[in-house]
Nanobody, 122 residues
Framework: QVQLVESGGGLVQPGGSLRLSCAAS????????MGWYRQAPGKERELVAT???????NYADSVKGRFTISSDIAKNTVYLQMNSLKPEDTAVYYC????????????????WGKGTLVTVSS
């Protein structure tokens, strides 16, 4: 069983910063990619940023230049540094990972965390 656990959400004022973390645990052979998605009230879930095991990154246009995704392969952890936060960044942020569990090697499976709430408000 593979689990993703997010942390770091909270309330921040506009212009402030937050750092989200997501740790993958369980019987993992490898992780191909990790990323962050978000869902604002009344809206569909959308991509925020992704990072591959090789270090390639991809960002939504709305967060480019403000958010930075990084990973610690040894710890199976992905981070999202969010700067210059705006009220429109308010959402539940979900961690996502493409994982090869040991039990299903070499198949890649998609896993999601339960989400962490980020509220940007004065």
């Amino acid at each position: 069983q593979v689990q993703l656990v997010e942390s770091g959400g909270g309330l921040v004022q506009p212009g402030g910063s937050l750092r989200l973390s997501c740790a993958a645990s369980g019987s993992i052979f490898s992780i191909n990619r990790m990323g962050w998605y978000r869902q604002a009230p009344g809206k569909e879930r959308e991509l925020v940023a992704t990072i591959t095991s090789g270090g390639s990154t991809n960002y939504a246009d709305s967060v480019k230049g403000r958010f930075t995704i990084s990973s610690d392969i040894a710890k199976n952890t992905v981070y999202l540094q969010m700067n210059s936060l705006k009220p429109e960044d308010t959402a539940v942020y979900y961690c996502n990972a493409g994982v090869v569990p040991r039990i299903t090697f070499p198949q890649v499976r998609d896993y999601w965390g339960k989400g962490t709430l980020v509220t940007v408000s004065s």
